[in-house]
């Protein structure tokens, strides 16, 4: 079985892209800022660009998706607390919000895997950092 609703597919770029076509969107975002970036530009860092792309693709891609913007949470108003594996694993305050993925797609886009391989598309594309305090 090769097709999108294949369990055991690998989440590479092109199925994800089939999955989730927002996602093509953001390549199109990315490959504009490269092609506008100037040669003669002194400073450019890939990995603060990178930072900036990972928040506008979280809502699509990996752990994150799947919970209604609206719904997100001002992580200011988050308690941190120390607990017990036990009353972490009981605790579904978050699951509450969270949409059932509810086709073998939408599970997958879920995925840390397919987050990665989004992540590692995208920042292919970027020209090295120059300039930058990163390198
Ligand atoms: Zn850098």
Known sequence: ???????????DWEYLVQCEFRLRELEQMVDWVVK??????????????????????EPFVGMTRGYPVEEARNP?????EIKTLDAFLADDE??????????????????????DAVSSHLYAK??????????
Request: aromatic content about 8%; glycine content about 4%; some cysteine.
């Open 94 to 115: 978050d699951d509450q919000y969270l949409r059932p993925a509810k086709t073998v797609q939408e599970s997958l886009l879920r995925s840390s895997e397919a987050y």
């Open 36 to 57: 506008y970036l100037p040669d003669s530009a002194e400073h450019w860092c890939a990995n603060r660009f990178m930072g900036h792309v990972k928040a506008i693709m």
């Open 126 to 135: 970027l020209p090295h950092c120059r300039g930058c305090s990163c390198i």
């Open 1 to 11: 079985m090769t097709g999108l609703t294949d369990p055991n597919r690998r989440p």
């Open 76 to 80: 200011a108003d988050r308690k941190i």
